[in-house]
């Protein structure tokens, strides 16, 4: 059974930096396409961030330059690192991991305010 368990969030205020982290079991994050999507209130959950099993990464347009995912298959984790964080960067941040079957992890809150 595939579990994925993400750690990392809270409160930071504008500027600040976050690394959020995703603990998986069951699956090899150095296997599969693993990302992580965000959703705020009221709006649809949408990708920031992938990584490839050959470690090619993309992101959202919003947080180039800002976030880098990265993984460390030795403890079969990945991270978001989250820098020059802004009050729009709120809301609940999701691991996944994206096969023939995709799984989520519980989610992360990430408030950005001061």
């Known amino acids: 059974q595939v579990q994925l368990v993400e750690s990392g969030g809270g409160l930071v205020q504008p500027g600040g930096s976050l690394r959020l982290s995703c603990a998986a079991s069951?699956?090899?994050?150095?296997?599969?396409?693993m990302a992580w999507d965000r959703q705020a209130p009221g709006k649809q959950r949408d990708m920031v961030a992938i990584?490839?099993?050959?470690?090619?990464?993309q992101y959202a347009d919003s947080v180039k330059g800002r976030f880098t995912i990265s993984r460390d298959n030795a403890k079969n984790t990945v991270y978001l690192q989250m820098n020059s964080l802004q009050p729009e960067d709120t809301a609940v941040y999701y691991c996944?991991?994206?096969?023939?079957?995709?799984?989520w992890g519980q989610g992360t809150q990430v408030t950005v305010s001061s």
């Open positions: 996944n991991s994206r096969g023939i079957r995709t799984y």
């Open positions: 990584i490839t099993p050959g470690g090619s990464t």
């Open positions: 069951g699956r090899s994050v150095g296997s599969y396409f």
